[in-house]
């Protein structure tokens, strides 16, 4: 659910950042950076799931096999300051590491600019105000 959001506000954002930059072909960068935003998403969920069944494997657990009438639990896991932090990483890793990928994709190949901090997350607030405005009633 939250990779979804975010893959919309990111294609978006790609879009406004292809608009202002007068690309000739827009709609193929706006795919190529959806694309990347799921591939890349994808690439680390399936890597976190390869964790997560590391860890239940050295904690003595079957993994996800199911049991007849038997009910999966959590046990142990996820619990405790440092389970909430990895609970936080594997829910959220995914979509920034997506969000970084189109980052690099709009800076380097759409709007043609050096690769800085500044320019990597250029035009986030500008999206978030045209959203904003969106959202306003027009006066008659």
């Known amino acids: ?5 975010v893959m919309i506000l990111v294609v978006l954002w790609a879009y406004q950042g292809a608009v202002k930059a007068k690309v ?3 709609w193929l960068w706006i795919l190529i950076s959806a694309v990347a935003f799921f591939v890349v998403q994808m690439m680390l969920v399936e ?3 390869y964790i997560l069944e590391a860890l239940r494997a050295s904690e003595g657990g079957s993994g996800y096999e199911a049991v007849e009438g ?5 046990e142990g896991g ?4 440092w389970g909430i932090l990895e609970s936080i990483y594997f829910e959220l890793m995914p979509p920034f590491a997506g969000f ?3 980052a690099l994709i709009r800076t380097k190949f759409i709007m043609k600019e050096s690769i ?4 990597l997350f250029s035009g986030l607030g500008d999206m978030f105000q045209g959203i ?6 027009t006066e008659k």
């Open 70 to 74: 038997a009910d999966r639990k959590n």
């Open 116 to 119: 800085t901090v500044a320019n």
């Open 47 to 49: 890597i976190n799931i």
């Open 132 to 137: 904003k405005k969106s959202f306003k009633a």
């Open 24 to 26: 000739s072909n827009l």
């Open 78 to 81: 996820f619990q405790g300051f």
């Open 100 to 102: 970084l990928a189109v």
């Open 1 to 5: 659910m939250i990779g979804g959001i």
